[in-house]
């Protein structure tokens, strides 16, 4: 059984809306080649970082798309008996 933690959309609003106010107050840089094509962009790590993670969610999200979907009392019901939450 897998058990993917979704939570609230309006905390995953935020989440971005907080992240594209931080990357739009960098200025964006581009590598350009020499006609002035933009070839390469040039980011913050931790952004970098941040989009890494991203699509690694969303690969996860991917390949569990298929998996049935575990409710959140269910899974905090099996969590307790199992001893991994407090009763």
């Known amino acids: ?6 939570p609230p959309a309006s905390f995953d609003r935020r989440c971005e809306a907080a992240r594209m106010k931080r990357m739009a107050a960098t ?7 020499e006609r002035g094509k933009k ?7 931790d ?26 009392a269910a899974l905090k019901k099996r969590l307790k008996a199992g001893g991994l939450l407090p009763r």
């Open 47 to 72: 952004d970098y970082e941040e989009m890494l993670e991203d699509l690694h969610d969303l690969a996860v999200v991917a390949e569990r798309r298929h998996e049935p979907i575990v409710a959140h």
């Open 27 to 33: 200025r964006n840089r581009f590598i350009v080649d």
């Open 1 to 6: 059984m897998h058990v993917l933690h979704r």
């Open 39 to 45: 070839v390469s962009v040039v980011l913050p790590v």
